[in-house]
């Protein structure tokens, strides 16, 4: 962000602020009016300075994002490195900017931290191009792994079931994990075994799709088992 780019954002500003104050005062002569209308220059004032914190905000944003290059570049000497990121030694940032322009590249700034700062040759267009586009292969090979819940009872019948068995089948063909509920109720907490029996006929069910990370545990009158999904061989 230039110089340029920050006086006028602020002449933006001030002109804006101004248009405003003259057409409120303009409105009338009414003392009422007058006080009515400064409530409402006060409003549209702190509009306007919302606005211009949000796009501080959002350039400053966007600008983490980019390298400094060429004449974006504030420093007097750097460490240049050329286009094969071969040492070139330490020269003065117009020796750097002629070695670039004159191989058609542009100076882009690398490690600004260092002590000198650390430049190189490079065509930034394709740089940011082939970044780009290894960002978006990245996020199309990530997989995000989600855990989806189903829901038994002690007295389910064989279709509701077989129902729950294949929705869980799904959820694991997906790559999503499977969390297993069974709730107890009333005096069916006295008679856990059936729980666990029920939770083992599901596992047989969909032991083709997934395994069992850990054992049926009990959680108040809830009993818990995650189902996997099985690596693909």
Not at 76 to 92: C, T
Not at 98 to 126: E, F, H, S
Not at 172 to 198: P, S, T, W, Y
Request: proline fraction near 2%; charge should be positive.
């Amino acid at each position: 962000m230039t110089k340029e780019f920050w006086q006028c954002i602020i002449y933006d500003v001030k002109r804006s602020r101004t248009n405003l104050r003259s057409h409120l005062t303009a409105r009338g002569k009414s003392r009422f009016i007058i006080a009515k209308d400064k409530g409402v220059f006060c409003r549209a004032e702190k509009v306007l300075c919302t606005t211009f914190c949000f796009i501080i905000w959002r350039c400053l944003t966007i600008s983490a994002k980019e390298l400094i290059i060429n004449d974006d570049i504030r420093v007097k000497e750097v460490r240049m490195l050329d286009e094969n990121n071969g040492q070139l030694g330490i020269m003065s940032l117009n020796d750097a900017k002629t070695y670039a322009y004159d191989r058609g590249y542009d100076l882009v700034l690398i490690a600004p931290n260092a002590v000198p700062p650390v430049c190189r040759a490079m065509d930034y267009g394709k740089y940011r191009y082939e970044a780009d586009k290894k960002e978006k292969e990245a996020k199309k090979k990530q997989q995000v792994v989600e855990v989806k819940e189903v829901q038994l009872s002690c007295r389910i019948d064989t279709h509701d079931f077989e129902t729950k068995a294949n929705r869980a089948i799904k959820f694991l063909q997906d790559g999503n994990k499977v969390r297993v509920c069974l709730r107890f109720r009333g005096r069916e907490i006295a008679h856990q075994e059936l729980g666990k029996e029920m939770l083992a006929r599901f596992e047989e069910a969909v032991s083709e799709f997934g395994t069992v990370d850990k054992k049926p545990t009990l959680d108040g009158k809830q009993m818990t088992m995650f189902v996997s999904p099985v690596k693909a061989k």
